[in-house]
């Protein structure tokens, strides 16, 4: 069911459960890639201070002319270094994420939900110019919105997933029923039907009143009340289904 | 069971979990609560296949769901050693690769050499072809480099130069080498647009130094050098080839399940002409601007090429795989 209403991606690790990753679509991602822009472009101002700074002090104090071929250089090899190598090692070590992508929550994992490995993190990298043309990652984007997972042609060549680096932490404020009584349904439901239910109650307070109201009014042939009443009725089987009181 | 009483019988072992994963963290090693993860880890697993099931609701799932991706993180963290990798890698893996990709490296060969031969010849014939190939600019260079009056040794006078022309040949040359590599995805026609275009132009350059300037100061400067550029970029088309024909011809499997095992293999490839392309680099930038003697750089290009040709042959064991 989850698989129908949500951006979770449902995935059987070796011990024989489910783990449920929450896919980062297309937005937090293009926030996470301007930040990194950002940061990049810093780097590269500080390094172009540094490098004439090195110069500099190399021509006063020891008398050494390098030339002006050395600072331009290390420009180059610092914009190559930006280009390539910071998303590789980045997203390759412990943290699993480029700053930006660390400071929005991101994070890159193996479709299977383990840490990516240095070969996946380069795959990625590398086919990222592919995914920019011809702008502003247009081929990225359509290729992240042509499969289920949000993976651009980098992510598939890779096998790799961006997702929200702290599941734990549901915009729900808390569960149960507020004191709310349980209620046994007055007919049987499937499975996936209590699944719903409980799904609602959990998230309920999240939404509007009045559109509580009317997601509850679906469920009239059920609970046979209206209004806020239904609302409450459904919470109930909720706490019904779960065992709850 | 309810909810709460649920939690309340796990709480001890979530906690547990909780600080070991906090533990682990912090650190690339290995801390004393780690050997008590496995345990742990498959409890939680099992706590939250009965909270599933139960649909104790979102809040308690969530964090059980955390806890698991988080310690299957751990449990799974890619331990290899480095050295070892690249040592093996180097020494038996890569060689191997690359006789068993014989087919895919004679055709990148074909690709580059071909148009390159082609456009040499036609020199002869008719030296113009270069000039509209290359254009303006770059015959201004050519000239500069190995003209009458010019020399590539005078336009090296410093360390300084040596340096930026080093990281300008790494920053290009290996993003070439990255790019042929990308353009494979769009089922190998970047790839082959990349290889070729890199045959024309070089055999562009050869021709028209070979018509209007000094073709023993270029072979000169070539000579240390070009053999690791050119097989570089052979083995980044290769790696591109791979992902396109992983694509046009996935074989029983999924185009996706197909892409990502064929990008895993290419990879290594592209390590390979990413190493190869900065050690031409190293050598454009500092050895091939020394004045020295034509014979002793002839003989260092000609034992590179040959030290580099006897590792493609005969470096790595075939039989490896019964042992």
Known sequence: MAKKLDTLQRIEIAEGVEIQLHLAGPMPRGVAFAIDCLVKAAILIVGSIGCGLIGFICSVLFGWNLGSGLGTGLMIAIAFGLEFVYSIVFEASRWSATPGKRIVGLKVVRTSGAPISWHQSVVRTMLRVVDWLPFFGVTGIITGLCNDRFQRLGDLAADTLVIYAEPGKPKVVASGGDGIAPFRPGASLTREDQGAIVQYADRFREWPARRAEELAEHLRGLTRVEGQEGVSRIVGMAQWIRGEG | MKPSAFAERGEKTWKEVEEALNELD??????????????????????????????????????????????????????????????????????????????????????????????????????????????????????????????????????????????????????????????????????????????????????????????????????????????????????????????????????????????????????????????????????????????????????????????????????????
């Open chain 2, 26 to 323: 912090g650190t690339r090693g290995i801390v004393p609560s780690a050997s008590r993860l496995p345990t742990l880890f498959r409890q939680v697993c099992g706590d939250l296949s009965l909270a599933q099931y139960r649909m104790y609701g979102l809040v308690l799932c969530e964090r059980i769901n955390g806890l698991v991706i988080r310690g299957y993180g751990h449990l799974n963290r890619d331990r290899s050693d480095l050295m070892r990798a690249l040592r093996q890698g180097v020494l038996e893996d890569f060689p191997l690769l690359v006789r068993h990709e014989w087919r895919l490296f004679w055709l990148m060969m074909a690709c580059f050499w071909l148009p390159f031969w082609g456009i040499y010849l036609s020199s002869f014939h008719d030296v113009r072809w270069m000039t509209s190939l290359l254009g303006a600019e770059a015959l201004d260079q050519l000239q500069q480099g190995y003209g009458e009056e010019g020399g590539f040794h005078e336009m090296r006078d410093n360390f300084g130069s040596n340096f930026e022309m080093f990281a300008f040949y790494i920053a290009n040359n290996v993003g070439i080498d990255f790019r042929t590599f990308a353009g494979g995805i769009l089922g190998g026609v970047g790839t082959l647009f990349f290889v070729v275009y890199n045959g024309l132009h070089f055999g562009a350059a050869t021709g028209y130094v070979q018509q209007e300037a000094d073709i023993d100061k270029f072979m000169e400067w070539i000579s240390g050098h070009s053999s690791p550029e050119i097989l570089g970029m052979i083995f980044s088309g290769m790696a591109g080839m791979r992902l396109g024909l992983a694509l046009i011809r996935p074989g029983q499997r999924s185009r996706r399940h197909s892409l990502a095992k064929a990008a895993n293999r290419a990879v290594k490839l592209l390590y390979a002409a990413a190493f190869l392309t900065t050690m031409a680099a190293v050598i454009e930038g500092f050895w091939s601007p020394l004045r020295l003697p034509v014979f002793l750089k002839y003989s260092f290009g000609c034992s590179l090429t040959l030290g580099l040709i006897s590792w493609l042959l005969f470096a790595g064991k075939e039989e490896r795989r019964a042992a």
